[in-house]
């Protein structure tokens, strides 16, 4: 796993202890999550084949790393990968 920013693991479990994180859907190929940000909701995924995921912040499009919001999920679901 790539090395996580002490910023982004601390705003992941914060959002992870207000209860920001909400599991939507799973399915036998991926993990669908809501996150509660500051102003906006994101949707996060995690494919389950390919060990992936993705969120729809800008910070996850423009730097292809994991934020806070992915972050967070992977806490809720106790995924490492
Ligand atoms: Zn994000």
Do not use: P
């Not at 399915?27 to 060990?51: A, C, L, M, N, P």
């Not at 423009?62 to 990968?81: G, N, P, V, W, Y």
């Amino acid at each position: 796993m790539e090395k996580l920013s002490k910023e982004i693991i601390e705003k992941g479990k914060y959002l992870m202890k207000e209860g920001k994180v909400k599991k939507d859907i799973d399915t036998e190929k991926r993990i669908h999550f809501t996150v509660q940000g500051d102003s906006e909701e994101h949707s996060v995924i995690y494919e389950k084949t390919e060990k992936e995921w993705k969120c729809d912040c800008k910070f996850n499009s423009l730097h292809q790393k994991r934020c806070s919001h992915i972050f967070a999920s992977m806490l809720k679901e106790r995924i490492r990968t």
